[in-house]
């Protein structure tokens, strides 16, 4: 036998006593002579809060479960997670927490579990969830109430007064205007939005009105506006969705917030059955270092969604194909409740396919941007496609309609939507310009706009 360490078949069963050292103690351990590995120890000595369990969920867990967060309980004591030893086992064994739907690409801060992980956790709660030494344990995420997940922002700010969302009705969409935060510009490297009210926010978007029109409309309640904001241009800032993490631009591409500009919270907000009222906060992060490179959106999607009841299998395409080099540095997929999976992928001018996402297992409750860990180069004529595929069956646990209806495109939550928006880089900014006039005849074929009438 080669290596140091021992098979996993001879370890299983060993007596503690057999074992010369600990994880609290200041030497690796061994089985006589022979270092053990923190996984093959696993199989040893029985995993405990302090030395396994909490670095697992400061890194996985915390982001969600904290004070103040949106999971409905903190896991960053031994006393919030050991009395949930077991049904924290149960979640992650069936990798339905912690929520990571993409099965590939690799993205940045993933936070799907290892195997190992997974076993560590299982092990520790078949144990009785020992606690272990508490002078091991190493410092907990912050969590107070007011604490957001990236520390204390450069700019908080927050609706002026809260929203009444009635308890039936259709869906709303609101704006709100938050007065302008700053006197001068700042580059934003990052922001988080905390929704007041989770249960009733189905998404939010975060707008810079320059134009500073925008509070005429509101008089401290919000105002109507499905779609666009109500003003032009619209600068987008980022947004919420539900399970988003805060959003992160790249050191290279910060969005610049105007001096004076208004903020504006784009909100919608789906009835539960009785009366909510929402406050949802907005946190900004700055830099002083501007952008180096431009950042360009390109939108895959169908609006001709019109999906019978009962079918299992309904699938929506989309595709555009590169006039330029471009790299792809992130993806934000978008669909509601009866998505059933979504694979994005490139055709490379030699005919390789490259895989840009996929999902097979979607859930509109968590959904988020990904930044890929490593950006993707797409050469000029590859081919970016999109496949979603809807089940609008009585078998499908997400559908909102038993028994299933006809559902078509829309805005509201019991509609549907299809959209893939990959985030790309010209590789060459020459050719931002041949990009975007590309991209803006796409948008022009898809709506229908200058076509000539049917049968000319």
Known sequence: MHGSALPVPILIGLP???????????VCPTIGSVPLSPLLLAFVAAPTFS???????????????????????????????????????????K?????????????????????????????????????????????????????????????????????????????????FVIPAPSAKDHWVRALDIRPGNAKVVHHVILFQDATRTARQRDEGSGYPCFGTPGFLPARGLGGWTPGAQP?????????????????????????????ETDRSRVALYFTDQGPKRRLMDLPLGSNRIDIPAGERNYKVTDHFTLPVDVEAIGIIPHAHYICKSMYGYAVMPGGAKRTLIQIPDWNFNWQQQYRYAVPIRLPADTRVEMEFIYDNS????????????????GPATTDEMAGLHIEVVPVHPADAKELSQALWGKMIRSTGLGLPPAGR
């Open 16 to 26: 503690r006593s057999h074992v010369t050292s600990y994880p609290s103690a200041p």
């Open 51 to 93: 030395h396994d369990i909490a670095p697992i969920l400061y890194k996985a867990c915390a982001g969600c479960h904290r004070t103040g967060g949106v999971a409905p309980f903190p896991l960053l004591t031994y006393q919030d997670a050991g009395k949930r030893a077991r049904l924290i086992a149960t979640v992650t064994a």
């Open 95 to 175: 990798r339905y927490m912690p929520p990571w739907l993409p099965t590939a690409p690799h993205f940045l801060h993933e936070m799907k579990l290892t195997e190992a992980e997974i076993a560590v956790l299982s092990r520790w709660a078949e144990s009785g969830a020992p606690e272990g030494n508490p002078a091991a344990a190493p410092t907990p995420p912050p969590q107070s109430a007011g604490t957001w997940q990236l520390g204390p922002p450069d700019i908080e700010a927050e609706m002026r007064t809260p929203s009444a969302v009635p308890a039936e009705g259709p869906d709303q969409y609101r704006c």
């Open 247 to 275: 959003a992160r631009m790249p050191d290279d591409i910060p969005e610049l917030l105007h001096a004076n500009a208004d903020l504006v919270l784009q909100i919608h907000y789906h009835p539960t059955g009785k009366p």
């Open 394 to 409: 009585a078998q499908n646990p997400r559908n909102p309609n038993q028994p299933p209806q006809r559902v078509t495109w």
